[in-house]
C-alpha cells in the first residue's frame, strides 16, 4: 500500500518537473524568437512613424497610432533607391545565370564525361575552395581598375561568376543520376550536350534552384566589393546604397526614411526565403557558408 | 543481322596504387549469330557476358579482336553510330519523362535524311508501345508504372528506332517470379514478330533454356560451348557446362576407366567401350537414377522428399563431390522405409564422363551398356 | 565503361577555368608577388625593390595593431558564446514538438537578410543621440545602469554592440547545422539509454554530445574562420571609416589600404591578408589537432 503512494507521488514530483522544463525550454525559445524578430520589427515600425513623430519620443515606443508611407516616397525620392534596385537586380540576374551556365558546364564536365586531366583538374577545382575571398579581391581590384571597369556591371559581374561550391554540389547531384541513362542516351545517338538539356538538368532541377537561389541571395546582400569597385552613385548596389544612405543619406537623423529603405531593400529576399524557406535551408545545410 | 565476333578479346586494366591490374573479362571470343535470332548469354555473375554484350553495343571498345555486324566491321564504330538497341538492367528510363516521350527520345536524334516529322515521331512511337502492349499507359511517368510495365517501355523505346540488333542485359532480373515467366514469354513473341536479332544475357539458366534459339555458355571471359539449349544440355562440352545446366544440378563423382568400363569409386557401372584407363570425373543427371536393388550404384540413403509428381532421393557415396546427390525419381517408386542403403542403376545417355585433367568430355560408343 | 578519352570535356571545363584562372588562380599568386614589392605605385604601376618592408610596416602600422587587437576580441567572445547559444537553443528546439517548425524557419531568417541594413537597425537601437537614449539604453535603465552611448561611446561599448550583432548574425547558420545533426541522431540510441534508466543529463553529454561532436568541431572551425574575416557587420554599426572608430578589423584594415581613405597601397594590403591568412590557417591547424582528441568520429 505506502508502496502505490510513493509511485504516485514519485510520478507526480517527475511530471511536474517535466513541466517546469518544458514551460523554461518554451520560454527560452520563445525569448530568441523575439531577439530575432524583433530588428525587423522595428525596422517596420519606425519606417511608418512620422519624422516628427520618431523624434518626439525620448522614451522609443513600441507601437504606433498613425502609421504613415511619407518615409516610402521619401526614401524613393531623396534618394535614388530605385536606381539601386535595378542596378541590383541587374547585377544580381546577370551574375547568377552566367554563374549558372559555367557551373553546369564544370559540374556535368566532372561528373560524366572522361577526359585526360579530368582527376588531376578536380582535385585543383577543389584545393581553390579553400582559398579566402580576402587574398584575391586586392588583384582582382587591380585587374578590373587596370581594365578601366570600374563603375562598370561587367567589372561587377565578372569576378563574381565562379563558384566552386556550386560546381561541387551539382556534379555531386549529376553523379547521382545512374549511368545507365547516359548509356541509353548514348546508344540513341544522343549529343552530350542534348543530355545535358533534356536529361540531366530535368532530372536536377531542385538542385538547381536550390542553387539559384543561394546565389541570389548571395548577390543581393553582396557588399564588399562592389563597395570597391564602384564610386559612382549610378552603380551602386542597395549595399552600398544603404551604407551611403547611413553616412550622407538624408541628413543623418531622418531615421525613418532611412527605415523605410532598409524595409525596402529587406522586403525581396523575405519574400524570396517564405517561398523557398525550405529549399534555402536545405541547402544550406547541405554545407553552403554564407558569402 | 548476321553478327560475327573474331577474336574479340577485353582486357580491364586497373591502377591501384601505382600497380597495374589487369583483368580479362572476355577471351578469345568467336562465334557467329545468324540474322533474326534470339541468342541466350548464359554464365556465372563476373563471367564477361554484360562485358561481351557491350563489346556489341560498343559501350566498351575491345583490347582486340574484330566485331562484325553483317559484313560491316563495326569494332571502330563508336556506340552512337551503332544503330543498337539496348534495354538496361534497371531500364535506364528517363524520369522525367511521360512512357510516350520515352519511346520518342531515340527518333528525336535522327540525322539526315533518317529525320521524321514529329508526327511520324509520335505514330511510330504509338506503334512500338502497341507492339508491346503499354499503348494506354503512354501518358504515364516511369515511377508511376510496375517493373513489368517499365520493362516493356525499355523495350519499345529499344526497338522504336528499328535496330540492327536488340541487346537486353539481365532483362528479367528486376521481376518477380510470376512476370519473370510471363515476360519472357513475351521477349519471344516480339522478338519471333520483329524479326531482329536480338542477344540477351542472364544468369538464370531456365531463362535461357526456355526462350533462346541458340545459348552461349560463358566462364571467366571464355566460350565453353554455343548450341541449341536441348542439345547443349544433353551435351556438355565439359564439367563446368554440365555444372552449371540443370536444376537440381547434376550429381558429381570421382570415377575412372578400367578395362572399358567405367566404375564409380569401387562401383564397376558399366561398359564404357573406347576409352582409355584413365581417372575420370563422372556426371549424373538427377533424373538419370533408376531405382534397382541389383544395380550397380550402391548409396547410402539420407532422406525422401515428395515433390508431387516426383520423388527427391538424397543419397550419399565414398566416390561423390559434395554432401549429398539428389536423386529424380517417379513418384510410386517404392523405397522401404528405413533403409540404410539404396542402389541404382543408371540411364547412359544421363551420364556423362569427363576427362579429370582436362574436364572435356569424353565420348564412349554408347549402346554397349549392360553388366 | 565508356571508357573512350574524350577531350571535349575540357571544353565543357573551359568557362569555369576561364573564369578561376583569371579571379582565382592569377590573383593568388600575384597577391604574395605583391606583398614583396617595396614602394609599390600604383599610378605607375613600378616598385623600387623586393624584401619585407611591407610587411614590417603593416606590423608596426597601429592601425593594423589596432584592428589585430579587435579581431581577437571579436573571435574569442563571439566563436564560444554563439556555439554555446546554438548548441542550447538546437537542443531546446529538438525536445519540442508544438511551433519547432515554425521556430526553426523563424531563427533562420538572419541568414538571408541584408547585413548591412539589419546592422543600421541595430546601429539605431543601441545609439544614444540628444533626442533618445535609444532601446538599449532604455532596458539597461530598468537595472539601473546609466545610458551609455554604444556607436559613439567607449571601447567596450562598441566591441559589446559589434560582438552582439555578430552573434545575432551568425546564429541563423550554427542553429541550423546543429538541429540537422541532433536530427541524425538514431532514435534508437535514446530508446536505449531510456530503458537503462539514463538520466536526461547523462544522456546529453555521454550520447547526443559525441554524438555531434564532429558538427561542433565543424561549425569552430566556420566559426572562427568567419570570424576572422569580420568586417561588414563593424562597417553596419560603425560606418565605413573604421579606423577613427576605433573599431577596424583586419579585412577592413586590408580593404582600407587597397581603397578607402587611405587607400592605394595595394601591397600593404597583400601584406596584411597574408598575415590574415596565417593566422587563420594556425588557428585551424591547432584547432585539428586538438580535436583529434576529442572528436568522436
Known amino acids: ?70 518615409n516610402y516616397l521619401d526614401a524613393f525620392t531623396t534618394v535614388p533607391l530605385a536606381r539601386y534596385f535595378l542596378n541590383t537586380l541587374i547585377y544580381t540576374v546577370s551574375t547568377t545565370a552566367l554563374m549558372l551556365v559555367v557551373t553546369v558546364l564544370a559540374a556535368f564536365a566532372f561528373a560524366r564525361l572522361n577526359f585526360k586531366g579530368k582527376n588531376g583538374a578536380f582535385v585543383l577545382f577543389l584545393s581553390l575552395m579553400m582559398i579566402p575571398n580576402e587574398l584575391v579581391i586586392i588583384t582582382n581590384f587591380v585587374t578590373i581598375t587596370n581594365l578601366n571597369m570600374r563603375n562598370t556591371f561587367l567589372g561587377l559581374i565578372l569576378p563574381s561568376v565562379a563558384s566552386i561550391f556550386y560546381i561541387y554540389l551539382l556534379k555531386e547531384n549529376f553523379a547521382q543520376v545512374p549511368d545507365e541513362l547516359y548509356y541509353a542516351a548514348k546508344v540513341d545517338n544522343t549529343k552530350d550536350l542534348k543530355y545535358l538539356r533534356k536529361v540531366l538538368i530535368p532530372i536536377c532541377r531542385p538542385t538547381l534552384i536550390t542553387i539559384t537561389i543561394l546565389k541570389v541571395i548571395e548577390c543581393w546582400n553582396s557588399y564588399v566589393w562592389p563597395r570597391l569597385i564602384t564610386d559612382n552613385q549610378a552603380y551602386f548596389l542597395v549595399s552600398n546604397g544603404i ?49 | 543481322m548476321r553478327i560475327l565476333f573474331d577474336e574479340l578479346t577485353k582486357v580491364f586494366t586497373d591502377k591501384k596504387r601505382g600497380k597495374k591490374e589487369s583483368v580479362v573479362a572476355v577471351d578469345h571470343f568467336s562465334f557467329e549469330i545468324p540474322d533474326g535470332q534470339l541468342i541466350g548469354l548464359l554464365g556465372p555473375s563476373g563471367c564477361g557476358k554484360s562485358t561481351a554484350l557491350h563489346l556489341i553495343s560498343g559501350l566498351h571498345t575491345p583490347t582486340s579482336g574484330r566485331i562484325y555486324f553483317g559484313d560491316e566491321d563495326m569494332t571502330d564504330v563508336p556506340v552512337e553510330k551503332r544503330e543498337v538497341g539496348v534495354v538496361f538492367q534497371n531500364y535506364a528510363l528517363y524520369p522525367h519523362l511521360s512512357v510516350l516521350e520515352n519511346i520518342m527520345f531515340p527518333l528525336d536524334n535522327l540525322e539526315g535524311n533518317k529525320r521524321i516529322s514529329p508526327n511520324e515521331m509520335r505514330s511510330r512511337a504509338r506503334a512500338a508501345a502497341k507492339l508491346v502492349q503499354i ?36 532483362p528479367l532480373s528486376n521481376l518477380d517470379a510470376r512476370l519473370r515467366l510471363q515476360t519472357r514469354e513475351e521477349i519471344r513473341r516480339i522478338q519471333k514478330g520483329t524479326g531482329v536479332t536480338t542477344i540477351f544475357v542472364t544468369h538464370d539458366q531456365e531463362e535461357a533454356m526456355s526462350i533462346s534459339d541458340q545459348i552461349v555458355v560463358m566462364q571467366s571471359g571464355r566460350v565453353q560451348q554455343i548450341g541449341k539449349p536441348q542439345w547443349v544440355y544433353d551435351f556438355p562440352a565439359n564439367l563446368f557446362v554440365a555444372k552449371f545446366l540443370g536444376t537440381p544440378p547434376i550429381n558429381v563423382f570421382r570415377g575412372s576407366i578400367r578395362g572399358g568400363r567405367l566404375f564409380i569409386g569401387k562401383d564397376d557401372v558399366f561398359a564404357a567401350p573406347g576409352l582409355s584407363d584413365q581417372e575420370v570425373w563422372v556426371g549424373i543427371r538427377p533424373e538419370g537414377f533408376i531405382l534397382d536393388e541389383q544395380g550397380p550404384l550402391r548409396c547410402t540413403f539420407q532422406s525422401l522428399e515428395m515433390m508431387g509428381r516426383d520423388i527427391s532421393v538424397m543419397a550419399g557415396h565414398v566416390a561423390l563431390e559434395g554432401e549429398r546427390l539428389q536423386a529424380l525419381l517417379e513418384a510410386g517408386s517404392g523405397i522401404p522405409a528405413g533403409a540404410a542403403q539404396v542402389n541404382f542403376s543408371l540411364k547412359p545417355d544421363k551420364v556423362h564422363v569427363f576427362s579429370r585433367d582436362t574436364q572435356v568430355r569424353l565420348d564412349w560408343q554408347k549402346g554397349g551398356m549392360g553388366k | 565503361m565508356m571508357e573512350r578519352n574524350n577531350p571535349k570535356g575540357w571544353l565543357y571545363l573551359l568557362p569555369a577555368m576561364l573564369f578561376l584562372g583569371v579571379f582565382m588562380v592569377y590573383p593568388l599568386i600575384d597577391v604574395f608577388i605583391y606583398s614583396f614589392e617595396q614602394g609599390f605605385n600604383f599610378a605607375s604601376q613600378s616598385y623600387d625593390g623586393v624584401g619585407m618592408r611591407n610587411y614590417s610596416f603593416v606590423l608596426r602600422d597601429p592601425y593594423f595593431l589596432q584592428a589585430v587587437k579587435n579581431t581577437f576580441i571579436l573571435v574569442i567572445f563571439t566563436v564560444p558564446i554563439s556555439t554555446g547559444l546554438a548548441l542550447l537553443i538546437s537542443v531546446g528546439l529538438s525536445s519540442i514538438k508544438a511551433v519547432r517548425h515554425l521556430y526553426q524557419t523563424l531563427y533562420f531568417l538572419p541568414y538571408v537578410t541584408n547585413t548591412l541594413a539589419v546592422g543600421l537597425v541595430f546601429m539605431i537601437l543601441f545609439k544614444k543621440t540628444p533626442y533618445t537614449d535609444g532601446l538599449a539604453n532604455l532596458i539597461i535603465g530598468w537595472f539601473g545602469a546609466g545610458p551609455v552611448d554604444f556607436i559613439d561611446g567607449p571601447y567596450w561599448a562598441k566591441m559589446f554592440v559589434l560582438c552582439f550583432y555578430t552573434v545575432w548574425v551568425v546564429m541563423p547558420f550554427k542553429i541550423l547545422i546543429l538541429t540537422s545533426a541532433l536530427a541524425s541522431v538514431d532514435e534508437g540510441y535514446y530508446k536505449a539509454a531510456q530503458v537503462d534508466g539514463t538520466r536526461k543529463i547523462r544522456v546529453f553529454t555521454r550520447i547526443t554530445l559525441p554524438m555531434i561532436s564532429p558538427t561542433i568541431f565543424y561549425l569552430i572551425i566556420t566559426g572562427f574562420i568567419g570570424a576572422f574575416k569580420a568586417y561588414s ?46 593566422i587563420v590557417l594556425t588557428i585551424t591547424c591547432i584547432n585539428l589537432l586538438i580535436s583529434k582528441k576529442h572528436v568522436h568520429y
Open chain 2, 135 to 170: 499503348d494506354e499507359l503512354e501518358s504515364r511517368r516511369p515511377k508511376e508504372l510496375s517493373g513489368g510495365q517499365q520493362q516493356r517501355v525499355a523495350i519499345a523505346r529499344a526497338l522504336v528506332k528499328q535496330p540492327r540488333v536488340l541487346l537486353l542485359d539481365e
Open chain 3, 233 to 278: 557587420d563593424a562597417v553596419a554599426l560603425f560606418g565605413t571609416d573604421l579606423n577613427a572608430a576605433e573599431m577596424n578589423t583586419i579585412v577592413g584594415y586590408v580593404y582600407d589600404m587597397l581603397y578607402g581613405s587611405s587607400g592605394g597601397y595595394p601591397s600593404y594590403a597583400s601584406a596584411a591578408a597574408i598575415i590574415l591568412f596565417l
Open chain 1, 1 to 70: 500500500m505506502a508502496n502505490t503512494i510513493d509511485y504516485r507521488k514519485m510520478e507526480r514530483a517527475a511530471a511536474i518537473r517535466r513541466g517546469i522544463g518544458k514551460t523554461i525550454t518554451y520560454l527560452l525559445l520563445t525569448l530568441w524568437a523575439v531577439m530575432v524578430l524583433f530588428p525587423f520589427y522595428w525596422m517596420i515600425l519606425s519606417s511608418v512613424k512620422s519624422y516628427s513623430a520618431y523624434n518626439a519620443e525620448y522614451v522609443p515606443k513600441l507601437y504606433t497610432w498613425d502609421p504613415t508611407f511619407q
Open chain 1, 243 to 291: 551604407q551611403y544612405i547611413r553616412e550622407r543619406g538624408f541628413g543623418r537623423e531622418n531615421i525613418p526614411a532611412m527605415m523605410a529603405a532598409v524595409v525596402s531593400i529587406s522586403v525581396p529576399l523575405i519574400i524570396l526565403f517564405l517561398i523557398f524557406h525550405k529549399k534555402i535551408m536545405e541547402g544550406v545545410a547541405r554545407g553552403g557558408t554564407k558569402g
